[in-house]
């Protein structure tokens, strides 16, 4: 009897060390993939630690990409992977560093804003540490990622988070999470470095207008939207019109509120002279009642359980057996960025931004993401860049 004792822990403690030794693998793979970016030759890499050196070789040290017209005019920061669980926000970047050319102004694109919570997904969450959008190649692979930055790079969390400077209280996580950091701090945890350094960027380069990119679950009222600072609700609302009269979709407005603190588009407005902005789209993977978060339905959008919690008038959002695939997901945002420039010039003449040869939403639904992707296998070296 203790001899049978004996072989079950043994076989029991060798069950969990494959367990951990696996799992221990695919955690440092996850960490340490690395996502290639072709860019043009007129493309200009920086990084995030060249405008703040508080920030620099450490894991949010990110890639920061420049194209420049021939021609001055306003300067443009876009913001993908502020939340890297938010794939499409993501995705629409890699189209515009990828893609676009400037005929007139300056744009600024951040692929992962957040570095560090690329390098994690949630816990307990039983995501996917990658997915892969389809090519004409093969397909290509992304890191899938969290809400907040990794552990591993700022622990531990506080009983309270007091945002710094308003002093309001937020929950004890959101230390972690860049989109409650705003406007960031010197001295502070690597996030809130993370978004001074971005504040710095924005003083530096004189940035215009700040467009922060996001995905939310169907159950959260604020979908669907372009949301605010007071300095842009003129521009947001008729970048709303011309959408839902011209593109095929509609997207609202909201106004970003005055006494919640820590987001892009309060602090951003606060804190400089840029127009903030953020945009959101539907992700069901994100929903409390969703199934399986797998790779299947992070890509497809398509969910029974939110349709169910739909029937029962529990979302905020339309959806139907077609789901929010990313593809639609995706060119709702390229869409939503292309027609804030033409907005903007609209409002300042003076001070254009002229972009061309980034799809908009009918397209990528057409052709796909991966249509707009570039081969890195039949790419030259120097116009690989990594994430």
């Not at 079950?8 to 960490?31: C, D, M």
């Not at 926000?89 to 005929?103: K, P």
């Amino acid at each position: 009897m203790k001899t049978k004792s004996i072989i079950r822990k043994v076989l029991l403690s060798t069950a969990g060390l494959v367990i951990v030794v696996f799992a221990g693998i695919e955690f440092y793979q996850h960490r340490h993939y690395k996502e290639t970016v072709v860019i043009g030759d007129w493309v200009e890499v920086k990084k995030l630690g060249d405008y703040f050196e508080g920030i620099q070789g450490s894991v949010n040290d990110c890639n920061v990409f420049i194209i420049e017209g021939d021609e001055p005019g306003a300067t443009s920061l876009i913001l993908g992977g502020s939340h890297p669980e938010e794939p499409a926000g993501r995705l629409a970047a890699w189209l515009m560093v990828e893609n676009a050319r400037i005929q007139t102004g300056k744009l600024i694109v951040v692929l992962s804003a957040n570095r560090s919570g690329t390098t994690v997904t949630r816990p307990s969450g039983a995501y996917p540490t990658k997915y892969t959008i389809p090519t004409s190649w093969g397909g290509q692979t992304f890191r899938m990622g969290d809400r907040w930055s990794n552990p591993l790079d700022q622990w531990p969390d506080p009983e309270v988070y007091i945002h710094c400077p308003s002093g309001q209280n937020l929950a004890y996580v959101d230390i972690r999470n860049l989109n409650r950091t705003w406007p960031g701090r010197a001295n502070g945890t690597l996030t809130e470095k993370t978004c001074y350094a971005y504040m710095q960027l924005i003083e530096k380069e004189k940035v215009d207008l700040v467009i922060d990119m996001h995905e939310a679950e169907l159950q959260y009222p604020v979908i669907n939207t372009i949301v605010a600072h007071e300095n842009g609700q003129e521009l947001a609302t008729l970048v709303s019109m011309m959408l839902t009269d011209f593109e095929g979709f509609s997207i609202g407005t909201e106004f970003s509120p005055k006494n919640l603190h820590g987001l892009s588009h309060r602090e951003i407005g606060d804190h400089s002279d840029a127009v903030s902005l953020l945009f959101e789209a539907p992700e069901p993977f994100l929903d409390a009642t969703r199934g399986i978060t797998g790779e299947k339905q992070l890509l497809e959008g398509k969910d029974e359980f939110v349709i169910k919690a739909g029937e029962h008038g529990l979302l905020f959002a339309p959806m139907d057996e077609n789901g929010w695939p990313i593809d639609v997901r995706v060119g709702r945002h390229t869409s939503t960025i292309l027609q804030t420039f033409e907005s903007w010039n609209e409002y300042y003449p003076e001070k254009l931004i002229v972009c061309f040869d980034v799809p908009r939403y009918a397209e990528v639904i057409k052709n796909g993401i991966g249509f707009y992707l570039k081969n890195h296998e039949e790419a030259d070296n120097k116009t690989i860049v990594f994430e």
